[in-house]
Structure formats: C-alpha cells, structure tokens
C-alpha cells in the first residue's frame, strides 16, 4: 500500500513538471504575424505630386475690349464646335462698321468724279490738240489742259490709295465686330467659365494677357501634371508606367504612362529644391476626375515582374547579409538568408533563397527581432493581427 501511494505521488510529480514546463514554454513563446512568399510583379518607384490637368483644352480670351451683353452657356456644360458662347455689347463695334462703309462709299464717288473729269479734259485736251494742228489753237491752252489732265490721273491714284484705305478699316471694323462673339473652338466640356454679364472684359495686348473668359476642355483625356525632385529625374523615361492616387480616390490608384518629361528645372514653392515637370496621361476610367484636383504618383522606374515577393517587413538585416525568419510546420523558425532585388514602399522582390509558399515571420518588430533559431513561436489570430 506504501509502494502504490509513493508510486502516485512520483507519477503526479511527473505530469505536474511537465505541465509546468509546457506552461512555461507557452509563456516564452513570441506571438507573430505571418505571410506568405507569393508570385507577382513588384515595382520600383518614384513619387511625385501635382495636379490632374485635362490633355486638350483652349482657354478663350478677348482680342477686343467691351462689356459683357449675354452668356449663353454655363460652367460644367456640354459644347459643340461653334456654338455660340457669349457675346460683347455690340453698339460701338457696328457703329464703326457703318462708319467705315459710309468713308468707303464716299471715297468710291470721289473716284467716279474725279475719273468723269479726266475723261472730260482728256476730250478738251483732243480737241485743243485738234484746233492746234490746224493752226487755230493756242499753245499756252493745251499745255493748261494737259497740266489739268495729269493733275486728274494724279488724285485719281490718291483717291485709290484712300479707297483702299477704307476698304482695310472696314475689315478691321468688321472683325473686330465678329470678335464681339465668342464660339466654341472644340467640342468638349465648358470647365470654367470666369465673366459674368455687365463687366468688361479687356483685350490682350504685348504686355496684358487680356481677361481670362472660358476654358473648354475635352474631358476625355486626363493628365497628371507632377512635379519630380530634380535628384529622381534621371531615372524617369517616356513611357513608364505611374499609379495616380488623386485626391477624391486616395486608395484606388488610376494607371498611366509618362509621354512627356520636363527639359528645365523649376524652383519648388517653399523650398531651395528645383523640380522637373513630367506629364501623366491617365488610361481611360468611369470615375469622375476634375482639373484642378491634387495628386500624388508613383512612377515605376524599373519592374520584376512574375517573381517571389514579400512585404517589405519581413527582412532582416545582420551585418551585410540579409535573412528571413521561415515558419517550419512545428511551429519553429529557422533563419533563411535571402538574395534580395528591387523593392517598392510596401514589398521586397526575392531573387533567391525561398520558394513560393514559404510561410514567413513579419511581425512585431520586438519579438522578432529577440528570434533564436529553433525558436518556437505563436501566431496571432486575425484579431490580434488588427489590433497590432
């Protein structure tokens, strides 16, 4: 009876050392987040912000100074070519065209008078000439006539150079006229429009750019207009590919391609940096996109595409080598070094050392960075991985 008690005792000394144990482990295991090697493309960027502009637009402007008689439009419609947009208070500009026609129509009469009088001396000079040759004129009153007759030829070429004139300031009245109305030079949308009826618009000259009236616009074709620090310049080319993240759609980027790149360098607005501006023509999307909006871009400069990738977390650095903690189906890690290649703000291409599927340790940064290898370790559930 004494051997079975002490047999017992040992028995449920035994079990309660490994519970214990067990315990204890538990409590020493790191509790982690994981993820896994996947195949896909990753991206090199640069990022840059600006302003989404539309590619083609015209922005409309007065060639003449007067006020504002009537808008037809308004801003956010639609408008075909030619149609009519507003128009300036016409009065003065007509009133120079009559002018101008009324110093043109005299003008013409003077010619047909003053050629009915050449035509007139140009009988009495024949007749003169005539009486002469028979010995009954007088010598002294043909010469009179013929001076008469050349001085006519004369204010008839003067007449015509006055005529003609005329006949330029009645152009010059009648296109300044037409240019009181406004029309629409392209189909598009009506992005802005800056006049209102009853104010002046002012005409544009060498050293004024004139009044800024309407800016019609084809929507169809958006354009990031960025601003690129001159130290990543060298590294953008026509044709790369950009993610545009625009102001109204802050996590669902809209794809693009660089077609144009700077060739001067600006200075930046509050700061001693320059910049470069490099043009984004945005691929065609349903959603609603503005001129004017901000944005910000990443511009793939180099990509990898099909590889092994990782979030960017679970590298680790020792020395000059790079090394991953890989989850082992016992729960235990092992430290696996890596070959890395390009990266983007989020993942990390991996060129050698793990295969696809690897399960690999990417978090917190504390436990990890206490790993030992052969390490046993806790996942976190998805509710401790959003808390964290």
Sequence with gaps: MKKAIIITLAVGAFIALIVSKQISGDEKQAEVNIAQVELGDIADSIMASGNLVFNTQVQLRSEVTG??????????????????????????????????????????????????????????????????????????????????????KIDIESRIESYNQAQASLQIAQDRLSKSVFRAPMSGLLASVNIKEGETVIAGTTNII????????????????????????????????????????????????????????????????????????????????YAGMSCRAEIATSIAENGLKLPIEAIQKEDDKTFVWRLNSDNTVSKIAVTVGISSDIEQAITDGLNEGDK?????????????????????????????
């Design 210 to 289: 004139g009044s800024d009236l309407m800016l019609v616009a084809d929507p169809s074709a958006i354009l990031a207009e960025l601003r690129v620090d001159e130290t990543d310049i060298a590294s953008i080319k026509l044709n790369q590919k950009a993610n545009i993240y625009a102001a109204a759609y802050p996590n669902k980027p809209f794809s693009g391609t660089v077609i144009n790149i700077g060739t001067s360098a600006k200075n930046q607005a509050g700061s001693q940096g320059l910049s470069f501006k490099v043009k984004v023509l945005l691929d065609t999307t349903e959603r609603q996109l």
């Design 360 to 388: 690999i340790v990417i978090g917190p940064a504390r436990p990890v960075s206490l790993l030992t290898e052969g390490d046993v370790v806790k996942l976190k559930s998805n509710a401790d991985k959003e808390e964290a």
């Design 67 to 152: 006020r504002v008689d009537k808008i037809f439009v308004q801003e956010g419609q639609g408008v075909k070519q030619g149609d009519m947009l507003m128009r300036l208070d016409t009065t003065a500009f007509e009133s120079e065209v009559s002018r101008s026609k009324a110093i043109l129509r005299a003008t013409e009469i003077e010619i047909k008078h003053n050629k009915t009088r050449l035509a007139n001396l140009e009988r009495q000079l024949k007749r003169q000439k005539d009486l002469y040759d028979v010995g009954l004129g007088n010598q002294e009153s043909y010469e009179n006539i013929e001076s008469a007759r050349d001085l006519a």
